[in-house]
């Protein structure tokens, strides 16, 4: 039987550097033949007391993990990471790519958990948004009035770019409080509004604390008012996608394809359900296109991805959906077709149509696949002289079903 390479050892390091390291981790950094970390971690640790060779990461990161590890295969290495390896760090990739078995994890306190003991704040009263990697209108998603955020910064402008946000938000009144070098000799706060952040850059390492105070309100369930939405009129309006994504049903992890973006409701109130959501949106217009990906930024959902031409050909190559909403273009040749074929069984399609000949196509999906087909029909009070009646919008139809394993309409 082989003999099983050595495990690798993934060292979590704070700002105090060797000195706050416990003495499991000193004693696995002495023995370590190869130690590989960003160069800030490196340097932390004593020549008279680690003499093992240091291999800096090179950049970009992730795609070197697996050559620069099969490289050391035979040698005990060490990977140096901030705090703690499994916290937004590079303990998930190590994991990802060698798998868990291989890895022994000897964390530190993470920047999150010094900040609330610093600020006297429960941990898990507070959630946790990193903006490392992350385009800036992540944070957008998090924004709820009275709420209480611990923001992992990029850089030494987050802490700006962050208040800025805020503020453009319509929380200006929020508190910042930002933590630089936790837990190191170097430790400094920094006080301040969002409205008027009244501090010069300052160092990299930080974590940033917001108070949200008064600011707009934003459900957190499918249905967000038409408003919230920059459109052409091409939108799923509010009562209907409520209704259409309680029937998509997302979950975390899954992927949604939104075929015939509109204005890219659906797919946005898909990622807003919860952050591991995944999704992608296909409309043909360029001009709309660039619509959705703006309204993806405004409701904090910019990892959105947005693919620019006509179904089905601009389908292809994407990745496996769990789910396949078509709000538009159901007549296209080989649309309904093409989105059934792609589902794995368990999969679910909803489709919605305001056209007759649409309808008749849904119609005779439902009878060669079963499902649910529906009528929803919206009507608002309005003025009516100095009286109030009703005002009907167009009753929208709707097929929806779940891919059996076999499916029995599939020849018919």
Known sequence: MPELPPPITVVGIGADGWPGLAGTARAALRAAEVVIGGPRQLA?????????????????????????LAGHADRRVAVMASGDPMFYGIGRTLAETVGPDRLRVLPHPSSVSYACARLGWPLDAAEVVSLVGRPLDTLALALHPGRRLLVLGADAQTP??????LTARGFGTARLHVLEQLGGPAERRLDGPADGWPHPAGDPLSVIAVELGEGPRTSLVPGLPDTAYESDGQLTKRHVRAATLATLAPSPGELLWDVGGGSGSIAVEWLRAHRDCRAVTVE?????????????????????QVV?????????????????????GLTAPGLLDTCWAALPPGGRLVANTVTLESEALLTEWYRRHGGELLRLAVAHAVPVGGFTGWRQAMP??????VKPSTDPGASS
């Open 44 to 68: 932390l640790l004593p020549a008279d007391e680690v003499a093992a060779e240091r291999v800096p990461w090179p950049s970009p990161l992730r795609p070197a993990v697996p050559g620069l």
């Open 396 to 401: 929208v139809t709707q097929w929806s079903a």
């Open 308 to 328: 620019t031409g006509a179904a089905p050909a601009a389908l292809a190559g994407l990745p496996t959906p769990d789910a396949v909403f078509i709000g538009g």
């Open 160 to 165: 700006a770019a962050v208040a800025a946000l």
């Open 284 to 304: 043909r217009d360029a001009v709309r296109a660039g619509r959705i990906t703006r309204n993806a930024a405004a409701l904090g959902v910019p990892r959105l």
